[in-house]
């Protein structure tokens, strides 16, 4: 299986946190499919920490890498949302968020000492929460009559493919997440059954 078969990810949440001369640095980490839940996090996060002087976040979503981003909420720019992001980067990970919440000390960190808290503070979370390895997978739609289900799901399974969403009546209908490495195969015995219809989903349908 190559590099590009697989993505890292997370599948639990876990916080972690971090002192240095009495600002407080607590880090959350969130196993997330989409920026909309990022938001959630976030608000509930503020106001869980309605005290707290900064909420700083990076996530990264997606297995094609361009869906990222990065928030300093305040603090001098480049000092905290990038260091988080490159935490999350360094042990290549995907469909994560990380929320640090600080409690201002008194005493000024500089930036250097505030990349080094953000970064230790992410550090110390993700090192709490199992990395687990997935395919890459693409979306397809397929749509079958209920006589060809038995075949239908043999095919899915034979390659482990996710159902996403399915519906059974007399026509039936399924959302399956088709590893990347089998797509070619698994739309060949798809087509070989007659009367099933295939069509990819667009990303971010």
């Known amino acids: 299986m ?13 916080v972690a946190e971090f002192k240095d001369r009495g600002s407080k640095f607590i880090a959350y980490v969130f196993p997330i499919m989409s920026a909309a839940e990022c938001k959630i ?3 509930q996060l503020k106001k869980e920490h309605s005290k707290a002087v900064h909420h700083c976040f990076a996530y990264r979503i997606g297995t094609d890498g ?22 999350i980067d360094s042990k290549q990970l995907t469909n994560v968020l990380v929320i640090v ?10 930036v250097p000492g505030l990349i080094n808290a953000y970064k230790t503070a992410t550090a110390l979370a993700l090192q709490l929460t199992p990395i687990v390895q997935k395919q890459v997978e693409i979306t397809y739609d397929v749509q079958f009559d209920y006589t060809q289900m038995n075949e ?3 095919v899915l399974k034979q390659y482990q493919c996710t159902i996403i969403n399915q519906e059974m009546q007399l026509f039936c209908s399924i959302t399956a997440g088709i590893p990347k490495r089998s797509e070619q195969d698994v ?14 989903q667009k990303p971010n349908a």
Request: glycine share 12%.
């Open 2 to 14: 190559s590099e590009q078969d697989i993505y890292y990810t997370i599948e639990k949440s876990s």
């Open 41 to 43: 996090h976030l608000l």
């Open 66 to 87: 361009n869906n990222f981003r990065s928030n300093d909420d305040g603090e001098p720019s480049g000092s905290a949302g990038k260091p988080i992001l490159g935490q």
């Open 101 to 110: 919440v600080r409690y201002f000390g008194g005493t000024l960190l500089g």
């Open 152 to 154: 239908v799901m043999m």
């Open 187 to 200: 739309l060949y015995h798809l087509n070989e059954l007659k009367g099933v219809s295939i069509n990819k």
